[in-house]
């Protein structure tokens, strides 16, 4: 969804595509994630000894989740904002590259 800001600013699309496109994306996540947690819940309630298991998975998974939204909210950025951005991070001791270097990566093949 924050990336559609990015294609928004570029001029790439308009703003009611934008949010038609977010309504659409929010619908269907909340249909997934609704039929993922009853899933999950009956999984559970047959085996709950699965819980520390997936407890670790969840962790991965807000981690993974992390790096997704830091990465769509560097994509709606401007140019100048990223440059005093990647100065006041490097000026605090933080190397923002190397979460950088892995976006590039799949952005330089085409896909978003």
Known sequence: MLRTEAL???GEI???T???????TVWESSKQG???RVVLSVVLLIFPW????LKLLAFVGMGKATLDVF??????????QQAQQLAAAHD????LRRYLDSEQGINSRGVA
């Open 8 to 10: 928004r600013q570029r």
């Open 14 to 16: 308009d703003r009611a």
């Open 18 to 24: 934008q949010v038609r496109t977010i309504s659409v």
């Open 34 to 36: 609704a039929m993922v």
């Open 50 to 53: 699965l819980g520390w298991p």
């Open 71 to 80: 990465h769509a909210f560097w994509d709606g950025l401007g140019q100048d």
């Open 92 to 95: 605090a001791g933080v190397n």
